[in-house]
């Protein structure tokens, strides 16, 4: 049994000798650094004992046992310089390497690991867990040390994407972040799907929602308990959603959400749930006989929206479209949601830029169905 250990640790040495750029010991770029001095010493060997072995008119490769005194010599007096120098380069490598690479980038990374410890301590749990665990938010984690300055960069600028009031992620962060990998990742990803969905296969959505009469709950209650209100729609939310998406405060009292589902979830219990959750757990309370629930209103469009035409609406434009689907349930009575479903894409830019305007359009003309509970 121990014997089949050391060999596990011997194959992961080498594992770690091969790994070029991603060395975690001094001994492992030392052993590919003899091994490649060792192969160079060896070829300029074999190459000098031919070449001394041509001009003197021995025979290169004589049969075993047929060497001369004088070409053996030759050979050995080859193979110990070659030792020799081998021995010397190596060292002068390893200690050049160690010197100006491996010790100041092995500091390097010991100061970047405890400034990005630093860095995710001083940031809120909710997010840093949000971090870690959301689709939407990937750091490299290969292992080499540009990875680590990667990540030290990714969790220190966190915080300029933080809203403190909702713990959400704010305006910032999708303008700058997220509307990018939902140009790239996400867009490919669905994209080499084709249209035809499988069982299990990623869908996603974008989700625009508004507190309902939130500048009667300023009004009569203050500004101050506005915020209480805020913080707790930041908090409903983010349990809503988990790890399948990411909350944005858009703004004011509006709160963006993009989410990733499996196919057949359906957006529309989707939209249900977020508005029956919101109601029963975001509430007006410790104000005697008007405590009452905070409704919002709710809308949604599957990105991308046409799935033949993944690049025909940008993602600000699907942003407007939920944002437009949002105002319809707002004036159907709030505490409701709308949502678009496909039907047929526009024929030509013209009409598709109609339908990014207008929904009622894009309903009127049979492009996208609304739908509603």
């Not at 001083?122 to 867990?129: H, N, T």
């Not at 300029?160 to 990742?185: I, P």
């Not at 409704?295 to 407007?320: M, Q, R």
């Amino acid at each position: 049994m121990a014997f089949f250990y050391e060999i596990r640790k011997i194959r992961k040495f080498f594992e770690g000798v091969f790994a070029i750029g991603k060395w975690k010991r001094l001994s492992e770029a030392a052993t590919f650094i003899y091994m490649t001095t060792t192969l160079f010493s060896s070829i300029v060997g074999l190459f000098l004992y031919a070449f001394l072995s041509y001009i003197l008119d021995y025979t290169v490769f004589p049969a075993f046992g047929t060497m001369g005194r004088t070409q053996g010599m030759i050979l050995l007096t080859i193979i110990l310089g070659m030792i020799f120098i081998d021995f010397l380069m190596g060292t002068f490598f390893v200690l050049l390497y160690d010197k100006l690479i491996f010790s100041p980038t092995e500091n390097i990374i010991g100061q970047i690991q405890k400034k990005t410890e630093d860095a995710a301590s001083a940031f809120p749990i909710e997010m840093r867990q949000l971090v870690e665990d959301n689709p939407f938010i990937k750091v490299s984690s290969t292992g080499t040390w540009v990875d680590s300055i990667d990540k030290y960069i990714t969790v220190a600028s966190n915080e300029k994407y933080y809203d403190e009031l909702t713990g959400c992620f704010n305006r910032k962060y999708f303008a700058q972040v997220l509307s990018k990998m939902l140009k790239t990742e996400m867009l490919c990803d669905i994209k080499s799907q084709g249209t035809i969905r499988s069982y299990g296969s990623s869908m996603f959505a974008i989700f625009m929602i508004d507190i309902d009469h939130f500048k009667y709950i300023n009004d009569e209650f203050g500004h101050q308990y506005g915020d209480v209100i805020l913080a707790l729609v930041g908090k409903t939310l983010k349990k809503i959603v988990g790890n399948k998406g990411v909350v944005i405060r858009n703004g004011g009292e509006e709160f963006l959400l993009i989410v990733c589902m499996e196919y057949p979830e359906s957006f529309e219990s989707y939209a249900e749930n977020i508005r029956n959750v919101f109601a029963k757990n975001v509430r007006i309370t410790g104000h005697g006989d008007k405590n009452r629930s905070v409704t919002c209103s709710v809308g949604y469009t599957p990105f991308p929206l046409f799935d033949e035409k993944p690049t025909a609406i940008s993602v600000e434009d699907h942003v407007n479209l939920a944002d437009q689907a949002m105002y319809l349930s707002k004036t159907s009575g709030r505490n409701t949601w709308r949502g678009l479903e496909v039907v047929h894409s526009p024929y030509n830019e013209e009409e598709m830029a109609k339908l990014v305007q207008s929904i009622d359009y894009g309903s009127k003309m049979r492009y996208i169905k609304i739908n509603m509970p």
